[in-house]
């Protein structure tokens, strides 16, 4: 079984300051995906950055950035120039692979509430 | 393109009773996967439909059942209501027909079923 931990329940950045947001999690899998989602007060979850374990590579959206460290099953969210519409809880999730559907079950992590302060 | 619908956004119901949630996925998808959120909680996974049976399941009993019809959408039903049964109840889509493509493996969400038991 896969767990994600995501120990820090809220942070708060200034608007236009960079945050990270920490993420640690457990599993036996050597292929899965990492996410970090995002659900503002709409409720509606939103995926934010995306990585494929196999990629050595931090993946990047615009100011969003992963820093992706295997060996330590670590997976921190850098946020840059932070906004005020970046206030939302942010998750952590898991997905194992082959993706065949039957695989597609995400398993999150506890959230962390961020506020943008302006 | 539609989205991932649900409904209702929100549902008060009795202790004992029962109740239904609804969930249509996002055109082109295939796969339907219902999670419950408990408040400051992160989704744990209920279960999940395609070719409109069970796949996979989580830690519920079996007073949480499900439906897919022929037309993908979905139902989760809910028997014999506990307080603890107070959540959101997320629907997220996927297609199983995507393949291994990691640009296909986003689940994308519904808002949400707001429910309270009294």
């Known amino acids: 079984a896969q767990t994600v931990t995501q120990s820090q329940p809220e942070m708060s950045v200034q608007e236009a300051e960079t945050v990270t947001l920490s993420c640690t999690y457990d599993t036996s899998e050597n292929n899965y995906y990492l996410f970090w989602y995002k659900q503002p007060p709409s409720r509606q979850m939103i995926l934010v950055i995306r990585?494929?374990?196999?990629?050595?590579q931090n993946a990047t959206e615009n100011r969003f950035s992963v820093n992706f460290q295997k060996a330590a099953k670590s997976f921190s969210l850098k946020i840059s120039d932070s906004q005020l519409g970046d206030t939302a809880m942010y998750f952590c999730a898991f997905m194992k692979l082959p993706y065949t559907g039957a695989n597609s079950k995400l398993t999150f992590g506890k959230g962390i509430t961020l506020s943008v302060r302006p | 393109d539609a989205g991932v619908t649900q409904s209702p956004t929100h549902l008060i119901k009795t202790r004992g009773q029962q109740v239904t949630l609804r969930c249509s996925p996002k055109s082109g998808h295939d796969t339907v996967s219902w999670y419950q959120q408990a408040l400051g909680q992160g989704p744990q996974f209920i279960f999940q439909y395609y070719e409109e049976e069970e796949r996979q399941r989580g830690n519920f009993p079996d007073r949480f059942s499900g439906h897919q019809f022929p037309n993908y959408s979905s139902e989760l039903n809910v028997n014999a209501l506990l307080l603890g049964d107070s959540a959101l109840y997320l629907c997220?889509?996927?297609?199983?027909?995507?393949?291994?493509?990691?640009?296909?493996?986003?689940?994308?969400f519904g808002q949400g079923t707001r429910l309270t038991v009294v």
């Open positions: 990585q494929e374990a196999y990629k050595q």
């Open positions: 997220a889509s996927t297609s199983r027909l995507s393949g291994q493509n990691p640009l296909n493996t986003e689940a994308f």
